[in-house]
């Protein structure tokens, strides 16, 4: 049983690392995204004032 959960760490491990990779890939996305929004809106803004 020893050998049968040992054999089985390495396995469930890369999945959780990939999946925490995902997430953070994402996450970075929507920052960019929000970002590049944000810095649109504020040139609008910036720019219609004029």
């Known amino acids: 049983m ?3 959960m040992l ?3 390495p396995i469930t491990r890369p999945r959780r690392a990939a ?5 953070e890939r ?3 996305q929507a920052l960019v995204l929000f970002g590049l929004v944000l810095a649109t809106v504020e040139l609008y803004v910036i720019l219609g004032g004029f």
């Open 26 to 28: 994402r996450t970075a």
């Open 19 to 23: 999946k925490r990779q995902m997430r």
């Open 7 to 9: 054999s089985n760490a």
């Open 2 to 4: 020893r050998d049968f």
